[in-house]
């Protein structure tokens, strides 16, 4: 039997180009596999800095607070903010088992972003309820939105004046 250069050669160029196929799809793969582990930590990233940006804040929103300072009037002052970013027009205040004493600063019923007004709540004595909410309607509103009421402060107690009687 005899061999010839002729296949020998053929035959090395098979075994060469096998090695290099084979090593050509392991490389494949494994690029792959970074390729992949690449596109997972990309979208973890992308995810992130979404929640890492503040939402942009709805166009009309109310946040009810307590005003620092109570002067001497009958009710319960409660200071309604327009946190959003476009004004408020046609706001009415509605009210659910209380009396509105007074509305102070709610002109026209536009309140601007960033404005408040104030509005002196009376509840019911006959009834003795007790709200924690308020209900607002404004323009581009269909129904009323009910605003959180933050807890009414404590009384003050009773101040009491100790006599003496003087004795003569």
């Given amino acids: 039997m005899a061999v010839s250069y002729g296949d020998a050669a053929a035959w090395a160029g098979v075994v060469s180009s096998v090695i ?11 690029s792959l596999r970074h390729a992949q582990r690449a596109a997972d930590a990309a979208e973890r990233q992308a995810v992130a800095a979404e929640l890492a940006v503040p939402q942009a804040p709805p166009p009309v929103s109310w946040q009810a607070e307590l005003p620092r300072s109570r002067r001497m009037e009958i009710g319960t002052p409660y200071v309604i903010r327009n946190v959003g970013n476009e004004p408020a027009t046609g706001v009415k205040v509605q009210s659910r088992g209380f009396k509105i004493s007074e509305i102070e600063g709610l002109d026209e019923g536009v309140v601007l972003p960033g404005a408040s007004f104030v509005v002196i709540l ?3 004595i006959s009834t003795g ?19 959180a009421l933050p807890p009414r402060p404590p009384e003050p107690p009773p101040i009491f004046v100790k006599t003496t009687p003087i004795i003569r």
């Fill in 20 to 30: 290099f196929s084979t090593t050509a799809l392991a490389v494949s793969v494994r």
């Fill in 122 to 124: 009376i509840e019911w």
């Fill in 129 to 147: 309820s007790r709200t924690n909410e308020i209900l607002l309607l404004w323009d581009g509103q269909t129904l009323p939105v009910g605003i």
